[in-house]
T-cell receptor, first 116, second 113 residues
């Protein structure tokens, strides 16, 4: 079974400071990993994904994530946070085996609050 | 264009009502999904349609009935819902041949009285 953990319910950061949102995962095979962001009363917006290749993945709005196979982690980062980055962030995983079908498993979410 | 649209945006219904949620995408995606999301919680998968056929039903109660009339449309028919079914219902789509990324619609906020 696949699972995702986001150990922090909330991350507070000052505007202009680096932002990190943590994610660890567990899958039986090789993982497909995703980050989504959700603004209040909105759907999930795709930020970036890791399928294969370079461990550093660059995504939308200046976000990037680093895949670390030995630590089974996929932390989301942004060098300089903006107040507008305040939102709920979800990490998700899918096993790349055929048995997984199209099923994504989401972490519990991390609320990011960027203060001016 | 990675747009998934959902109607209505908000829906209030009584426990005896019958209503439907609609989802549409014109990206040529052949997999479509229904998720249920409670406040401050992650989305929970309900149903998956792959090439217009139901491929995953996550043991969802029969008061929720999905329908995929064609490759662009996905409906969720609601009947005899309970107040605990109040949630944000999200639709998503993906193109299996282009990778596993799912693209989400804005959701329908459902309130059951």
């Amino acid at each position: 079974a696949q699972s995702v953990a986001q150990p922090e319910d909330q991350v507070n950061v000052a505007e202009g400071n680096p932002l990190t949102v943590k994610c660890t995962y567990s899958v039986s095979g090789n993982p497909y990993l995703f980050w989504y962001v959700q603004y209040p009363n909105r759907g999930l917006q795709f930020l970036l994904k890791y399928i294969t290749g370079d461990n550093l993945v660059k995504g939308s709005y200046g976000f990037e994530a680093e895949f670390n196979k030995s630590q089974t982690s996929f932390h989301l980062k942004k060098p300089s946070a903006l107040v507008s980055d305040s939102a709920l962030y979800f990490c998700a995983v899918r096993d790349n085996g055929k048995a997984a079908g199209n099923k994504l498993t989401f972490g519990g979410g991390t609320r990011v609050l960027v203060k001016p | 264009d990675t747009e998934v649209t959902q109607t209505p945006k908000h829906l209030v219904m009584g426990m005896t009502n019958k209503k439907s949620l609609k989802c549409e995408q014109h990206m040529g995606h052949r997999a479509m999904y229904w998720y249920k999301q409670k406040a401050k919680k992650p989305p929970e998968l309900m149903f998956v349609y792959s090439y217009e056929k139901l491929s995953i039903n996550e043991s969802v109660p029969s008061r929720f009935s999905p329908e995929c009339p064609n490759s662009s449309l996905l409906n969720l028919h609601l009947h005899a819902l309970q107040p605990e079914d109040s949630a944000l219902y999200l639709c998503a789509s993906s193109q299996p041949r282009q990778g596993p990324t799912q693209y989400f619609g804005p959701g329908t906020r459902l309130t059951v009285l």
